[in-house]
């Protein structure tokens, strides 16, 4: 089969011929139909993602539309520990498989589900969010950060703040359901202020930056928090700033915050697998929109490398 394959940690992929997997007992060899190109895939390509073994070659993809050999389309999770799915075939664990409807576009799901399911996930499994709370998300200008502002209006938030750098993109959220937008650019001081009186009482932080932002974010809302002793979820997604923050001890005492992670690991296999079906169903019912950018599977060098459309994500094509 013809694959995109990672042979050095210090070079994108190449499209080369490559071995099929062969199935263990519980797999079925697919074909792959679309493949998303995540921040998540380029952290494990490049050998810098938390579950990274260091192991060489590999083929990236984390997840995917595929055909099964009766012919159905599903979407479907990799196992950890299976080749990648930017190929034109990959391992599927059957358990880790959602049928798609015959409506759903194969591209579309394929450039939605990974950076839906980072908040729908974090809103339904890691909280006990409720219609009705105030939601702010940090770095709403990524794309998972724009699909967290649509996953919190649909599932009933009150007040979504969204906030980041790129005014162009901060301008678009609104329609897609922030209440309010937050620029996080020019003077740190005053952009912490704006962000403390914008979202001081929310319920829930969305956190898709992590490092100097969050750090800069937590004593400015805690500072303009109208009861500190209401329990306040601050959900760490992304790191897009950095892996690490100082945290002051005071900011546990001084308040009701909670910190948590959401990602693999934090939540069971079984559990996002439990999630899928009801967001595919959003994505085809329109309630959902993803911008994606479908390419073909053997020009991957260059998609990896190409500048970013900050609005859309790449989609391999294999087989559609």
């Known amino acids: ?7 050095s940690f210090d070079h994108p992929p190449r499209y080369e011929e490559f071995p099929a997997p062969r199935p263990a007992e519980g797999q079925v060899l697919v074909d792959v139909l679309a493949a998303g190109l995540h921040p998540r895939v380029r952290s494990g390509a490049n050998g810098t993602h938390y579950t990274s073994d260091g192991r060489l070659p590999l083929i990236p993809g984390v997840d995917g539309v595929a055909r ?6 599903v979407y479907f999770v990799a196992d950890d520990d299976a080749p990648g799915t930017m190929a034109e075939q990959a391992l599927l664990d059957p ?15 394929a450039a939605g589900m990974n950076p839906a399911m980072s908040s729908w996930v974090a809103l339904r499994r890691r909280i006990a969010f ?3 709370q105030g939601v702010l998300i940090l770095g709403a200008t990524g794309n998972a950060g724009r699909m967290a502002v649509q ?17 162009h993109r901060l301008g678009l959220l609104t329609d897609l359901g922030a209440t309010e ?12 202020e704006r962000l403390g009186r914008a979202a001081g009482d929310v319920d829930v932080v969305l956190d898709y930056t992590w490092g100097t932002p969050t750090e800069r974010a937590i004593p400015a809302l805690l500072a303009h928090r109208t009861e500190r002793a209401t329990p306040f ?3 760490q997604i992304g790191s897009t700033a950095g892996p690490d923050i100082a945290l002051p001890s005071a900011a546990l005492r001084a308040a009701n915050l909670r910190i948590m992670g959401s990602g693999q690991g934090s939540v069971t296999a079984v559990g996002i697998v439990a999630e899928l079906p009801s967001l595919i169903e959003q994505f085809c019912a329109g309630t959902l929109t993803a911008g994606a950018l479908p390419v073909p599977l053997a020009e991957v060098e260059h998609a990896w490398t190409a500048p970013a459309d900050s609005g859309r994500r790449v989609v391999l094509t294999a087989s559609v």
């Open 1 to 7: 089969m013809h694959a995109a394959v990672v042979r």
């Open 68 to 73: 099964l050999p009766d012919g159905r389309r």
């Open 95 to 109: 358990r880790r498989a959602v049928a798609l409807p015959d409506d759903a576009d194969p591209v579309v799901i």
């Open 130 to 132: 409720r219609p009705g």
């Open 151 to 167: 996953i919190a209006r649909h599932l009933g938030a009150a007040g979504i703040v969204a906030a980041g750098r790129d005014p």
């Open 181 to 192: 937008v937050v620029s996080l650019a020019g003077d740190p001081v005053r952009a912490s």
């Open 233 to 235: 979820d601050w959900i």
